[in-house]
């Protein structure tokens, strides 16, 4: 497998912390490799909805991050990212104390990049797949905010 060169994981990680939603998620970066890159968050009531769990928009977000990030590992410096679409299944309540997302690549092209997103729950430190998402990125060239 190829390695993540060291400049290019700084830029992941100062990209990341600049997100403000995953700042108000308290979200981590756990592992991040060439295609992948696994983030997690911890339960509170900000994240939840009415019965408790996690709610699917937190999850879809998260999952959304995983994968935008893995894209981006296998992209050019001088360019950037964007998400085009994605579907989500929702495939267990999101019952526990901690969200992780799993970005992976399914197929990396010159303009489009097809990821994987699995989300798990974790509670008691026993993990369950509860959510799949199957996302498409855009390549674009790198992109300043104003």
């Known amino acids: 497998m190829k390695t993540l060169l060291e400049g ?6 100062a990209s990341f912390a600049k997100q403000g939603l995953m700042r108000i998620f308290q979200a981590s970066i756990n592992k991040l490799e060439h295609g992948a890159l696994e983030i997690s968050m911890p339960y509170s009531d900000a994240v939840s909805q009415q019965h408790g769990f996690f709610h699917g928009g937190a999850i879809g977000a ?4 995983a994968c935008g990030y ?10 950037a990212a964007l ?5 989500i299944n929702l495939l267990a309540p999101a019952d526990g104390d901690r969200l992780i997302a799993v970005g992976s690549i399914i197929k990396s092209g010159r303009t489009l990049i097809v990821c994987q997103g699995d989300v798990f729950i974790e509670k ?8 799949f998402m199957l996302m498409t990125m855009c390549v674009v060239k790198n992109l300043e905010h104003k």
């Open 124 to 131: 008691d430190g026993k993990r369950k797949l509860c959510a």
């Open 8 to 13: 290019r994981r700084a830029e992941i990680e």
């Open 62 to 65: 998260l999952a959304d991050t």
């Open 83 to 87: 998400t085009a679409e994605y579907k």
């Open 70 to 79: 893995a894209a981006i590992s296998m992209i050019g410096e001088d360019e």
